[in-house]
């Protein structure tokens, strides 16, 4: 989504957009036939019609019904997906941001709804029309058939038991065409529908933030601007000047040369979780380290909290990011500080339990050496992680009541921000500064110590040479490219160690596409599974009422454990992200979800997966919950419904696709029960042979080249190290063993600092021989 140019900033980033919203872009490039774009408007116009504003009081106008006069209602009733640029914007989105199966499904779906003949295949008797010339029906095209026929065919896809390609067909146009339509901003920034649904950006709160640094004529430098290239805006000659002006020894490449050469004592590949700590570790002990991160810097002043620009930007595939067995929806951090940007402030440290089972029975004896204690204290230090919280948000106070009213306990979550922190939108990075991620902590340590950090800068392979050592490979560095059309060339950057640090999810595709082949290099992919409870909370209720919006306030302040590997805890939703996730009923029914958004608390099950998916390539993930997992998910969504109900609410459900839900005014006990028994029963995400599925949700991915006490147990060895090339290191989050249960911040930034301690004492060694 169009984003406007930054104002008042410094030169150096003044090529960078700020993250707030713009026009409609000048330019698509999705290349659909203008058939298949006429079919895709009449699908996104059947999601999301124009409607008349049905009038109600008392309950029924909490549940969605319009107020008389109330412009801002009546506006989003009679709004329509196809009236706008919603068609173009999901089309771009689809064509960019999804994998090729579902762009092929998606692209011969469209054109068979294009035509007579592939209309009345998807469709059937709904696309037949009686008002045509002799004793036959007519049969329509897709775009030709009226809104409620429409609407029907789309249902019918839905709940489509076999024919599941046009469930996923389905899947994709509810989930983008939602997305878009509450998510896109015009020039002001603001959705003309957000008054409607209750929403608003918030504006921090300046009792519960840092107080505010005294205006100055000039704007403040930013806390990496002594070590930062931002590439995006420079040239061949931009970039070596800057790079040299930086303190690295830079070799231009000649004309017949494909790259120009950087030398330095230590690479890493992104800035997040390991890499941020890696970079402050090794600067710290006196090492020239390059940190290449393909995503851009943004601080405080940056963030703007609207989710639409917010989410391109920060986010991988800008938050559009599905596996390709359509199980799970995907969001991982794609800017300078990688996860710790855009995370939801939980700094727990790693259980006791799972790391005596690490150290026991993975053969990984540093998970159980003082030193990983030493350095969870050592990060908990430095992130500033506090254990309290001075006033909860909406979602949170529905937990802890709730969990009040049934005698369950509920643990107050350490955060990495001050105990008055009181964002709800620290998910899109946090403007207030108070969240303290990578990038204004470890990185900050590593720029004041010499590390230059390259933005817009993505790597392409570790250049990994044959060795007389005992691995047989040796790694000498990295071959990167920038992602600015002024640099012509790659840049080889030459290193004595050569770190991966860019996540569970690309560390793989990297990894293999350096030539290493070792089994465990993607595989034993762990997420973390979660699925959405929600409980409706008018505003009208009977005291004691709970006060506020669900976007407000700290987004998970408090915790409810429901058993050794099951934890409940609170999301951050915009209504863009709450649109794509919640079932599809109908038009008019979606749009009287969307008017409850502001009081509709969700909670989750986060469930310590035993099963483990795949990254087959990068974007590419397989996933699918084993048995035993999607039981603990039952179990804990049947907990977080308890408490939702004991909380007060008036009616709860769940995102599974028939939108079952129960009204609780006066419900009985065996009703209950008999309602948790039915919605949380299914074969699963997705199932081809199930009417009845969920998609669900993962922010955490962990695993996928594990340390192993053997090459055959896994990728990389207990110091990190690959075991096919000396001189090449994991240190991000797929390092960890198995998944560890809890929100992995504090354990993916205490196994970097251990990974790049020995890293740097190896460096010792080598230099001292």
């Not at 469209?110 to 002799?134: D, I, K, M, P």
């Not at 699963?684 to 055959?712: E, F, I, N, Y």
Request: aromatic share 6%; charged share 25%; net charge positive.
């Amino acid at each position: 989504m169009a984003v406007l140019q930054g104002e008042g900033r410094p030169a150096a980033a003044a090529a960078h957009p700020l993250l707030r919203g713009g026009a409609r872009r000048e330019k698509y490039t999705h290349g659909m036939h203008p058939a298949q774009m006429e079919a895709l408007r009449a699908m996104c116009g059947a999601l999301i019609p124009s409607l008349p504003v049905e009038g109600g009081d008392g309950e029924e106008r909490g549940r969605g019904g319009g107020r008389p006069g109330d412009k801002d209602v009546e506006r989003f009733y009679l709004a329509s997906a196809a009236d706008s640029a919603v068609p173009d914007e999901v089309a771009e989105l689809l064509v960019t941001r999804c994998i090729w199966e579902a762009v092929a499904l998606s692209w011969v779906v469209l054109w068979l709804l294009s035509t007579r003949v592939g209309t009345l295949v998807l469709c059937g008797r709904e696309c037949l029309s009686s008002s045509g010339a002799g004793p036959f029906p007519s049969v329509r095209r897709f775009a030709d058939m009226p809104v409620a026929r429409r609407e029907a065919a789309l249902q019918r896809w839905s709940r489509a038991r076999w024919l599941f390609p046009l469930r996923i067909a389905f899947g994709i146009a509810k989930i983008l065409c939602h997305y878009v339509f509450y998510s896109m901003v015009n020039e002001n920034s603001e959705n003309p529908y957000w008054k409607a649904i209750g929403y608003r950006v918030e504006e921090p709160r300046k009792d519960r933030t840092e107080s505010t640094p005294t205006p100055s004529e000039s704007p403040p430098s930013r806390p990496l601007d002594k070590g930062v290239v931002e590439t995006r805006a420079l040239t061949d000659t931009t970039l070596l000047r800057s790079l040299a002006t930086k303190g690295l020894a830079v070799k231009p490449g000649a004309s017949s040369d494909a790259h120009h050469t950087v030398q330095c004592d230590a690479v890493i590949v992104g800035s997040g979780c390991g890499g941020g700590v890696a970079a402050a570790v090794l600067a710290s002990a006196g090492y020239r380290v390059v940190v290449v991160e393909k995503g851009d810097y943004f601080t405080k002043e940056d963030y703007s909290s609207i989710e639409g620009p917010s989410m391109e930007r920060l986010f991988e595939k800008g938050g559009i990011f599905c596996t390709s067995n359509v199980t799970t929806m995907i969001f991982a951090g794609a800017t300078v500080g990688g996860g710790s940007a855009v995370n939801w402030s939980a700094s727990i440290c790693t259980p006791a339990d799972v790391l005596q089972e690490w150290s026991r029975e993975h053969g990984l004896p540093v998970f159980a050496s003082p030193g990983y204690v030493q350095a969870m204290d050592a990060v908990c230090a430095r992130l500033g992680v506090t254990g309290g919280c001075r006033e909860e948000g909406f979602q949170n106070k529905v937990v802890r009541r709730g969990c009040e009213a049934l005698g369950l306990r509920a643990d107050a979550v350490p955060r990495n921000s001050s105990e008055r922190h009181f964002c709800g939108s620290c998910n899109f990075g946090c403007p207030t500064g108070d969240k303290k991620g990578t990038d204004t902590t470890w990185l900050v340590d590593a720029v004041e110590r010499g590390a230059v950090i390259l933005t817009g800068c993505k790597a392409e392979r570790f250049i990994v040479e044959r060795s007389s050592g005992g691995r047989g490979k040796r790694c000498v560095g990295l071959v990167a490219t920038c992602m600015s059309n002024g640099i012509t060339k790659t840049l080889r950057i030459e290193a004595r160690a050569s770190i991966s640090a860019c996540g569970a999810l690309m560390t793989p595709p990297l990894l293999h596409n350096s030539g290493l082949k070792n089994r465990h290099i993607g595989r034993n992919l762990h997420l973390h599974p979660v699925s959405m409870a929600w409980g409706y909370f008018p505003e009208n209720t009977p005291e004691p009422n709970i006060p506020g919006k669900c976007y407000e306030g700290g987004i998970i302040t408090s915790m409810h454990r429901v058993t050794e590997r099951t934890i409940i805890e609170t999301p951050a939703l915009g209504p863009g992200a709450f649109s794509a996730l919640v079932p599809w009923e109908s038009g008019r029914d979606m749009k009287e979800r969307m008017r409850r958004y502001a009081r509709t608390a969700h909670a989750f099950p986060l469930v310590r997966d035993r099963g483990a998916g795949s990254v087959d390539g990068e974007g590419r993930l397989r996933y699918t919950p084993s048995t035993d997992d999607r039981e603990e998910l039952r179990h804990g969504l049947r907990r977080a419904l308890r408490i939702m109900v004991a909380a007060g609410a008036a009616e709860v459900g769940t995102h599974r696709s028939d939108g079952l839900r129960l009204r609780c005014k006066g419900v009985r006990d065996e009703d209950l029960e008999a309602f948790l028994d039915e919605v949380t029963v299914e074969k699963g995400p997705m199932h081809p042979g199930s009417d009845k599925w969920t998609v669900l949700s993962s922010a955490h991915q962990m695993g996928s080249c594990r340390m192993g006490k053997s090459p055959r147990d896994g990728a990389v060895d207990g110091a990190g190290e690959s075991w096919e090339a000396e001189g090449l290191y994991v240190c991000d989050g797929s390092l960890l063993p198995t998944a560890v249960g809890v929100n992995p911040m504090i354990t993916i930034e205490s196994i970097a600092y251990c990974v790049s301690k020995g890293i740097a004492d190896s460096l010792a060694r080598r230099k001292d021989h």
